[in-house]
């Protein structure tokens, strides 16, 4: 069991989420999982996430609910001890 899990809700941000990616798995802890909730996107987000083959990356996709819904799914499918939540914004 992973000792920190860091939630991505995702919706629509097809231009960002490598780079967000790439920042979590580039950190110094390698002792994570990465939990994508694929919030329903409607653009190329999904195959953007998708396109990395590390194990510690989960993406669950559902039907649009919300960043707060999103957020609270990735909690409850974290298995770690704790959890960070990290968004994707746009600079």
């Known amino acids: 069991m992973p000792k920190f899990a860091v939630v991505i809700p995702l919706y629509n941000k097809e ?3 490598n780079r967000t990616i790439d920042s979590v798995l580039n950190q110094t802890i390698k002792d ?3 939990i994508i909730i ?3 996107s409607t653009d190329h987000s999904l195959e953007k996430a998708s396109e990395y ?3 510690r990356i989960q993406i669950i996709n559902q039907k649009n609910v919300g960043l707060a819904g999103a957020r609270n ?3 409850e499918e974290a298995r770690a001890d704790y959890i960070a939540l990290l968004y994707v914004f746009k600079r």
Request: hydrophobic share 25%; no cysteine.
């Open 73 to 75: 799914r990735g909690m």
């Open 15 to 17: 231009n960002y989420i």
């Open 38 to 40: 694929n919030d329903g």
């Open 32 to 34: 994570l999982e990465l």
């Open 53 to 55: 083959s590390d194990s």
